[in-house]
Nanobody, 121 residues
Framework: EVQLVESGGGLVQPGGSLRLSCVAS????????MQWVRQAPGKGLECVSG????????DYTDSVKGRFTVSRDNAKNTLYLHLNSLKTEDTAMYYC??????????????RGQGTQVTVSS
């Protein structure tokens, strides 16, 4: 059974930073691309970032380029998302997802339960 467990969310002021983590189990993490997707209140799901199985290729949606960094540790079956220079519009539930590819245009297979990020002063 695929399990994806996110953590690291919270309340942060505009301009602040967070690091999200996702621990994966139930599949061979090192051979799959992974993605981070988010859902803001009242809006649909949006891919934020993707990373290839080796970590050598990444993709970001335009609104987070230069502010968010995706990485992974295949030895620990863990995916990360570093969020810097946070804006109120980054407020959303963030999910990690097992991807069919690393690009945000690639569909994903499953996603976790999510971790809430709230950016507010």
């Amino acid at each position: 059974e695929v399990q994806l467990v996110e953590s690291g969310g919270g309340l942060v002021q505009p301009g602040g930073s967070l690091r999200l983590s996702c621990v994966a189990s139930g599949f061979t993490f090192s051979v799959y691309a992974m993605q981070w997707v988010r859902q803001a209140p009242g809006k649909g799901l949006e891919c934020v970032s993707g990373i290839s199985s080796s970590g050598s290729s990444t993709d970001y949606t335009d609104s987070v380029k230069g502010r968010f960094t995706v990485s992974r540790d295949n030895a620990k079956n863990t995916l990360y998302l570093h969020l810097n220079s946070l804006k109120t519009e980054d407020t959303a539930m963030y999910y990690c997802a097992k991807g069919s590819g690393f690009r945000c245009t690639d569909p994903y297979f499953e996603r976790g339960q999510g971790t809430q990020v709230t950016v507010s002063s």
